[in-house]
């Protein structure tokens, strides 16, 4: 069976949200069809450019959703 993929696939494919059978199929694709292999060696380029952002909550937003977190726990077991 010949399945169609799409660009979104190719994008899920490098930010590792495939499934283990669709990383098999993908990669099976990209070593026969020579535009899904331009287009994701393209995206691949880009992703490579994105910067590389990690984010960190303040001290005090974590602090609150605690604290929300305590308060409607205990709300529940009233």
């Not at 669709?22 to 993908?26: D, P």
């Given at each position: 069976m010949h399945q169609n993929f799409t660009p979104n696939d190719l994008v899920r494919l490098l930010y590792r949200e495939t499934s283990v059978s669709?990383?098999?199929?993908?990669r099976a694709v990209l070593t026969e069809d020579l535009e899904m292999r331009f287009e994701f060696k393209a995206l691949f380029s880009a992703?490579?450019?994105?910067?590389?952002?990690?984010?960190?909550?303040?001290?005090?937003a974590i602090r609150r959703v605690l604290n929300y977190s305590k308060a409607t726990a205990l709300e529940s077991h009233i």
């Open positions: 669709e990383t098999l199929a993908l992703f490579q450019q994105l910067p590389k952002v990690t984010f960190r909550p303040s001290d005090n």
